[in-house]
């Protein structure tokens, strides 16, 4: 493994700073948990690496009536131990708790897993399914990034070079609400998706749904959204045949593949499975 | 305390403190100054002839200090730990067989220098075509691996009239059974540092066999052994993957030729691109039984990727064989089981020696002819179960340590209890199956000896010789109890050296769960002759006759605890002072195989187990939950329980990752994040049960349970998920595709 230089910046602005100075060149980090794993293997050789962990505030989170905002370097495991999310965002909740294992859970952050933007990044699919809005700073001043655009492709985000992350923005869905997220795997822990499923419906105060979200992991080069079985969920009630037309929908939109990992006839299928589970419990 | 409760017992290993506190030393942890650090550089070419081999651009990286290539091998570049089917080059020669297949050797003053080395050295290759398929490998006019061809071995075992039994059959099963290339991930991936000592070589290793290690090494080195020492470090584990040489020849050859001393250690990747794996089979079955469940006749065909190279395949194909039939009474046989040589990475021991991949095939048989007949699973293995005195299908007769049925009825009743609580009214398929074993301790239809000493140090301490390596399991532990019991002392009272090949007699190798029967029968000869000998001396100096005289913590005076004793502190000074010794050792009752009908009488003694598994099965995604698995297993006599408890459970963990996820794809498999074995959410909570059926050959009783731990689980488990899910997967692993298509009713 090449020698690299370990900057520990103390505010944002100070690793905005280091990161423009140092260019390309420089990565900023996290829990490292996907870095070091790079790093390892070679397929990642930076001259230095700016960590994020020792910036106050950056690990925080903060909950109001509106929503949660996760500082970008909470971990897996603060999501997994505050009851207030298990309660209010219970998708959220699911795939953070599945992460790796309590070891990789307990220094790999929810931010960090956005950032990699892995199409098997188990937050990302819970955090698409609550429209939540990444909060972006750099040497240009900050902005507001929509999850939904903020993957470009395997590995690629929206951010622009010398920008970070700092938080992410979850608004607590108004109105009665069924939530989960399904993490398929062959094995009990330490596995990534075969297949990530989640599924979101807010129902308004007659019973029909008011707003679908769909969304899904190892279904495509990033985590991604299921327009189609949204737009089939939303705007009546919820029953079984909806449902089933709506994962019906996901399941045909889906772009699985054939991997070793799982055949795309069996992940096509568990979309057909998973997503009427989650709503109806079945 | 009296030391007589030592074997049986449940006191801390000695080992245990140090481990838990991380500071036992391994292979690894050896820091020799002024080292050169080793890279191998390996083909990436899965079979091609070998034009030539360009080291300039390695040298020229700044640190490299040597490459080396066959042609600086001095000795016979040839080894394999089989020696009538060695044939694997610790360096490539003219020809490349496996991805992976080291080609040159960089000795360099660092570690990153050593790399660059390996990346720089430029292979030129002529590519022939590459097999990846025994079958194929076999077909005529395939392209020739070796020059022998491309069969490795084959072990035919004909007993009775097969015909007739089939004829005469109520219920005849027939199906083929598939499983996978599994590696043996154990924690301590190979490591080894060597260096010159007074003109010897001195090689420190994470091994299961130094003394074998010593002898190819000499013979790669073109050295007399005497010249090379190799001591075995602490061993974080080998599950017959440290058998075979790995990292050994490298060292060895770098400090050879240089003088300085070397090191070597595999990353995990390079441990699974580049060491054994399990041969993974294709079985073809055919069993017979009459109406009331007898076997009559069972028929198989077992076919074995050996990979590139030999390694045990010989061994494999001679165990497989022998137990291809199962634990059962079964008059009529037709067994035929062949290692094929293939371009893959090679294939050698491991915990079972293909004994796992038969048991999936003949526990799958039971459980069909069961159905097919109408017969409680259990029922039709205990009216078949092998007992004293019956004969196996080589023709042995069995002696009195044979606790099979009672293993049966152990799980039986852990079964019938989980039975009750099978139907709940959510749906979810649940199933519960058992497995059967039996499994040969000791190597198959061969002397293989162990050695001891023990001696009485001035002090009136011990000491324990004993060249079997403690990889993990316990052997020192055991050996040290055993050792302890004979001589009325506690095992602390007992120092041991142990796995030097300067100082302790060969052992054999810690592998066929043979270490506590072969070893544990070798120290008990000798520590019982040293008894002997310093009680004779006692007797004289007490002036009683020795029959009267007891050894017990440490001091020998008369049994009945009248008159006077002597300390032996005070024997030892009597003795002339110093160290007084006695050997001991012990070859099991073993003889050859006859090579056309494979009778004969292969083991001295044999272990039995039986587990059952109660699995749940996710309706829809197919995702399976082993919620319980019951082990009994005939140990003989369990020397120190807790590490029979914990080989049973490790074992079954073991099985359970076989069963349902490990699979080893050369090329993409490189680490743990692909190759999944079970973590500790995957495995049940284990009840295991020891069965003590005593053989009288065995030390106190003892016979071997490394690997029958893991034998039946894997069956048990693949029974089970039939009964759950109504239909039987006969490929390993059941992966979630497999479950998926089983709960459609569909056969995969
Ligand atoms: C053994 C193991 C098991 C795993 N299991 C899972 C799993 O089950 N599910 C899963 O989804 N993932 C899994 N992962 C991947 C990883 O743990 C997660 O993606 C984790 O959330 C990454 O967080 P981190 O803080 O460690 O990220 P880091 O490794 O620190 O960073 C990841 C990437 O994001 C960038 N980055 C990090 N933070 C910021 C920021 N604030 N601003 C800009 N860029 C940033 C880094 O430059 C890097 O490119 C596993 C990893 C390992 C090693």
């Known amino acids: ?282 | 305390m009296s030391a007589r409760r030592i074997v049986g017992g449940a006191r801390p290993r000695r080992d245990a403190v140090d481990k838990v506190l991380g500071r036992t030393r391994f292979a690894a942890d050896v820091r020799v100054p002024g080292l050169l650090h080793l890279a191998v550089a390996r083909s990436d070419t899965a079979h091609a002839r070998v034009r030539a081999v360009h080291t300039a651009r390695a040298l020229a990286v700044p640190g490299v200090v040597r490459v080396f290539t066959a042609r600086h091998v001095p000795g016979v570049n040839r080894y394999g730990i089989i020696a009538s089917t060695a044939d694997q080059p610790m360096l490539a020669g003219d020809r490349v067989r496996f991805v992976g297949e080291a080609v040159a050797l960089v000795a360099a003053e660092t570690p990153e220098a050593a790399a660059e080395g390996a990346r720089r050295v430029a292979v030129d290759y002529a590519p022939l075509p590459a097999i990846t398929d025994p079958a194929e490998a076999l077909e005529a006019g395939a392209a020739a691996i070796h020059d022998r061809g491309n069969l490795c071995f084959e072990q035919r075992i004909v007993r009775g009239d097969v015909d007739a039994g089939f004829a005469r059959a109520a219920a005849v099963v027939e199906r083929t059974y598939r499983t996978a290339v599994i590696e043996h991930a154990y924690l301590e991936p190979e490591a080894a540092v060597a260096w010159m000592e007074d003109g010897v070589l001195v090689v420190e290793t994470s091994t299961q066999n130094p003394h074998y290690d010593r002898s190819d090494l000499g013979r790669l080195l073109g050295v007399a052994e005497e010249r090379i020492r190799v001591v075995q470090r602490a061993t974080g584990g080998g599950f017959g993957g440290k058998l075979d040489l790995s990292v050994q020849p490298y060292v060895a050859l770098a400090t050879w030729l240089t003088g300085r001393p070397s090191r070597l250690v595999y990353s995990r990747e390079e441990s699974f691109l580049a060491t054994g794996k399990r041969h993974p089979f294709v079985m073809r079955y055919r069993s017979a039984a009459d109406g009331s469940g007898r076997l009559l006749a069972v028929e198989a065909d077992l076919l074995a990727d050996t990979g590139a190279y030999a390694s045990y395949a010989l061994a494999v194909a001679m165990r497989a064989a022998v137990h291809a039939a199962g634990p059962y009474r079964v008059p009529a046989v037709r067994i035929r089981c062949r290692t094929v040589y293939t371009n893959r990475v090679f294939s050698g021991a491991m915990r079972g020696f293909g004994t796992p991949q038969a048991a999936f095939g003949h526990e799958s048989q039971m459980d069909l002819l069961a159905g097919a007949l109408g017969i409680d699973p259990l029922e039709i293995r205990r009216c078949n179960a092998l007992g004293p005195g019956d004969v196996t299908v080589t023709g042995q007769t069995l002696g009195d340590s044979v606790g099979l049925v009672a293993c049966l009825d152990r799980v039986g009743a852990v079964r019938d209890r989980w039975a009750r609580r099978l139907r709940e009214p959510d749906g979810v398929p649940r199933g519960l199956g058992v497995g059967a074993m039996y499994y040969g301790i000791g190597n198959t239809g061969v002397s293989n000896p162990s050695t001891a000493r023990v001696a009485l140090d001035p002090d009136g301490a011990f000491t324990l010789f004993t060249g079997a390596a403690d990889i993990g399991q316990g052997s020192d532990n055991a050996l040290l109890a055993i050792c302890a019991e004979t001589l009325g002392v506690d095992p602390d009272r007992i120092r041991l050296v142990r796995g030097d090949t300067a100082r302790t007699a060969n052992a054999g190798a810690t592998s066929a769960s043979r270490q506590t029967y072969i070893s544990g029968g070798a120290v008990l000869r000798a520590a019982g002759r040293l008894r002997q000998r310093l009680v004779q001396e006692a007797a004289q100096a007490l002036g009683v006759p020795a029959a009267r005289l007891a050894l017990e913590d440490g001091r020998i005076g008369p049994a009945d605890g009248s008159g006077t004793s002597v300390s032996l502190a005070e024997v030892a000074a009597r003795c002339g002072g110093g160290p007084v010794s006695e050997t001991g050792g012990f070859d099991p009752d073993a003889a050859v195989l006859d090579r056309a009908t494979g009778q004969g009488r292969p083991y001295g003694t044999y272990a039995f187990a039986a587990q059952v598994a109660r699995v749940s099965v996710d309706p829809a995604t197919a995702e399976v939950r082993v919620d319980g698995l019951a082990a009994a297993h005939d140990v003989g006599r369990a020397i120190h329980r807790p590490s029979v408890l914990g080989q049973i459970s490790g074992g079954a963990a073991m099985g359970l990752g076989m069963a349902l996820m490990e699979t080893f794809g050369p090329g993409r498999d490189e680490n743990l994040d692909t190759y999944l074995v079970p973590t500790t959410l995957d495995v049940p909570r284990v009840t295991p049960m020891i069965v003590e059926q005593a053989e009288p050959t065995g030390p106190f009783g003892a016979k071997g349970v490394g690997e029958p731990a893991l034998i039946p689980t894997a069956p048990a488990i693949l029974n089970a998920l039939a009964a759950a899910c109504g239909a039987r997967i006969h490929n390993l692993p059941a992966t979630l595709e497999r479950v998926q298509k089983a709960l459609r009713g569909e056969e995969a």
């Open chain 1, 1 to 282: 493994m090449a020698r690299f230089a370990y900057h520990r910046p103390a505010t944002v602005d100070e690793a905005l700073g280091l990161l423009a100075d140092l260019g390309p060149d420089a990565v900023p980090v996290a829990g490292a948990t996907d870095v070091w794993v790079n790093l390892r293997s070679g397929k990642l050789a930076p001259r230095a690496l700016v960590s994020l962990r020792a910036v106050p505030g950056l690990a925080g989170l903060d909950r109001s009536d509106d929503g949660l905002t996760l500082g970008a370097c909470a971990t897996h495991a603060a999501v997994e131990d505050d009851s207030w999310i298990a309660g209010r965002l219970p998708a959220l909740h699911m795939a953070c708790s599945q992460v790796g294992s309590r070891q990789v859970r307990n220094v790999g952050t929810v931010g960090g897993n956005l950032c990699n933007a892995a199409p098997s990044a188990d937050a990302a699919v819970a955090l698409l399914l609550y429209d939540a809005v990444c909060r972006v700073e750099g040497p240009g001043g900050g902005r507001d990034v929509p999850l939904d655009g903020f993957f470009l492709g395997p590995g690629r985000t929206a951010l622009a070079p010398g920008e970070i992350l700092t938080g992410i923005r979850v608004p607590v869905p108004r109105g009665r609400t069924v939530a989960g997220y399904h993490k398929l795997t062959r094995r009990k822990a330490m596995e990534l998706p075969i297949l990530g499923v989640g599924v979101r419906v807010t129902l308004d105060d007659g019973g029909a749904v008011s707003e679908a979200r769909v969304a899904l992991g190892v279904a495509g080069p990033t985590p991604v959204r299921c327009p189609g079985a949204e737009a089939a969920l939303a705007g009546g009630p919820l029953t079984a045949e909806r449902v089933e037309a709506a994962a019906e929908t996901a399941a045909r939109e889906a772009r699985v593949r054939d991997s070793w990992r799982g055949q795309a006839w069996y992940r096509r299928h568990m979309i057909r499975v998973l997503i009427p589970r989650i709503l109806l419990g079945c």
